[in-house]
């Protein structure tokens, strides 16, 4: 036993089949009160911890000379315990520098000021076995810990982010804790840094720092977030020209903007690039793609200042400046095709999976007609060989027909020829329209927009307006697949479909109406379109009149038979001029090349 000032250490080797414990007592008011019980760290039977004790200040030294340490049994060990505002904690082992079996080191201990004395009766000395060594130990006092700041502040709910935490007093750490629960501790820490791997967890929670000396103040600075990964629901636009840098917005969930995350464009056998001057809010980043960037299809992504990046692909489109007068692939039209009124196709090389093939529609400059396709972009979802697309002009009939406005540039029938749908991902159709139809409607190039008629409904695409070169304004719109589509101003509804679709078209072999170098000798390709062309008019028969009656008949029975008829004729023939007239005043543009 030992005693200072008002605190007593009284060991008792012998409880717990000689595993040994010690007992701190303390005089308050004249009365001894037990106030902490100590017991080795690494307790075992045998061990003789507290044969011997000494306190000085608020540090007791604890012998224990049976103790194994390491392989060395009877070895001995002794243990110094710290008081720290009340509470008594094991803060070092000492072990002889040349321990051996049998030594007994910890059989005698004392201490004073910052040094203790251990002796070992047992030890061998300069070759005389059990003659006995004393060691002098030199306590050094440390800080409790203080954390001044972690770095990511934030890591996946699964764990795993390895997180570097700055700080003082980390010698001696024994444990790092995020919240309540250890991470691992990696590499050999230091006084000011140690390095330690995220277990799971939600929210934000403060990171502390466990040693001998106590444990490290909660604070600002020591916070990390569990976060989900980011999320890219929409980009917008979602398409931009090559020749000039575009600025664009992201719009998604779990943008982490404590510090600037990337947003990068990726696509396949090209370097990714990064967006410039990005900034903005946890739903929304801006920024700016750089010009210069190989047309094509390219995937958005986000990646967080801990590293989560954005698994969904988002895709931003990246076209070039429409080629004059140069295709890609072969083309072929009908004699009028270069005035946008006739069919044309356009035949490019396979590709693979993800690629885009293109084909492009030349056009006249002076070409009056309101609405030239000008390029289609396919995006495939599977290798494809050698394929052809189709464009056809489409001459609106009840079952197609756009309802409540005249402002309609035209319709289009586009289709890959004799292409399995489920080869498509979606595609990219790049379409001018005339400054004439523009100023002649009074329309801005900000309403126009690009519908595709599906099974009978008209719906929307998204419509970016690119650039004005002479006398026309050029547009992209992106598909999901092809039909037929008009190019109109925004926001008209459409007339639901009254009539079942059937396919329009079938090509064969020799056809006057679209020849393509495609094409094999007796190949047939059929074409299903959404877009039927209703008759503006019914054919009627009239019957022939009876033949004459019998010599003294009255012979009138065939009139009211003949004027019927003819009453019949007139009101078909008037019913069906006012039809097309009605038809017209609608929808006017179809017509106009007949005036």
């Not at 002009?393 to 749908?421: F, K």
Request: hydrophobic letters at 35%; charged letters at 10%.
């Amino acid at each position: 036993m030992s005693i200072y000032h008002d605190t007593a250490v009284i060991g008792a080797n012998g409880a717990n089949s000689y595993a040994g414990q010690a007992y701190i007592f303390k005089n308050t008011g004249g009365t001894w009160n037990e106030v902490a019980l100590l017991k080795a760290s690494d307790k075992a039977a045998g061990a003789n911890f507290g044969e011997v004790a000494s306190i000085y200040s608020d540090t007791a030294l604890i012998g224990a000379s049976g103790a194994k340490s390491g392989e060395y049994s009877l070895a001995g060990q002794a243990y110094i315990f710290k008081n720290t505002g009340g509470t008594w904690n094991q803060v070092a082992i000492l072990n002889a520098s040349d321990k051996t079996v049998g030594a007994y080191f910890g059989a005698s201990v004392s201490q004073c000021n910052d040094t203790g004395i251990v002796g070992a009766y047992g030890a061998a000395s300069d070759g005389y076995s059990s003659a006995g060594q004393a060691y002098i130990f030199t306590l050094v006092e440390y800080p409790v810990p203080a954390v001044t700041g972690i770095s990511p502040k934030s890591g996946p709910l699964v764990g795993g982010t390895l997180v570097t935490v700055s700080g003082t007093g980390f010698t001696g750490v024994t444990a790092v804790k995020f919240d309540s629960t250890p991470g691992i501790i990696t590499g050999t820490p230091t006084d000011t840094s140690i390095t330690a791997t995220s277990p799971a967890g939600t929210g934000t929670v403060d990171i502390t720092v466990i040693t001998p000396n106590g444990t490290s103040t909660i604070g600002l600075s020591d916070q990390f977030t569990f976060a989900a990964a980011p999320a890219v629901t929409s980009i917008t636009p979602s398409t931009g020209i090559n020749t000039s840098a575009t600025a664009i917005t992201v719009t998604g969930t779990g943008f982490d903007t404590t510090t600037t995350p990337m947003v990068n464009l990726t696509k396949t056998g090209y370097t990714t690039i990064s967006l410039t001057g990005v900034s903005g809010i946890s739903t929304s980043l801006s920024g700016t793609v750089p010009e210069g960037l190989i047309a094509g299809i390219w995937n958005v992504s986000v990646t967080n200042p801990d590293g989560q990046e954005s698994g969904n692909l988002t895709i931003f489109s990246v076209t070039a400046p429409t080629p004059t007068p140069t295709t890609t692939g072969s083309i072929s039209a009908s004699d009028d095709s270069s005035s946008g009124s006739g069919a044309a196709v356009a035949t490019a090389p396979g590709a693979a999976a993800g690629e885009l093939m293109t084909f492009t529609f030349n056009h006249q400059n002076d070409d009056p007609d309101p609405l030239q396709i000008v390029q289609v972009q396919v995006i495939l979802a599977r290798p494809i060989g050698e394929m052809s697309v189709l464009v056809n002009p489409v001459t609106p009939g009840e079952s197609n027909q756009l309802n409540g406005s005249q402002l309609v540039a035209g319709y289009r029938q586009i289709e890959p020829i004799a292409v399995n749908p489920g080869a498509l991902s979606r595609g990219i159709i790049t379409f001018r329209v005339t400054r004439r139809w523009l100023a002649s409607n009074d329309v801005t190039p900000a309403q126009v927009t690009m519908l595709r008629n599906h099974d009978g409904t008209w719906s929307e695409l998204p419509t970016t307006y690119l650039r004005n070169e002479g006398n026309y304004y050029y547009f992209t719109a992106m598909t999901p697949g092809f039909s037929c589509f008009a190019v109109a101003i925004r926001n008209i509804s459409a007339v639901p479909s009254v009539e079942s679709q059937t396919p329009a078209s079938v090509i064969t072999p020799g056809s006057s109406a679209v020849a393509t170098t495609s094409i094999s000798p007796g190949q047939t390709l059929v074409l299903t379109t959404a877009c039927t062309v209703t008759p503006a008019f019914s054919e009627t028969t009239v019957a022939p009149p009876s033949a004459p009656g019998p010599v003294g008949s009255v012979g009138v029975s065939w009139v009211p038979g003949v004027i019927s008829a003819v009453t019949i004729l007139l009101g078909v023939v008037g019913i069906a001029l006012v039809r097309r007239w009605w038809i017209r005043r609608r929808n006017p543009a179809p017509f106009r090349k007949y005036n």
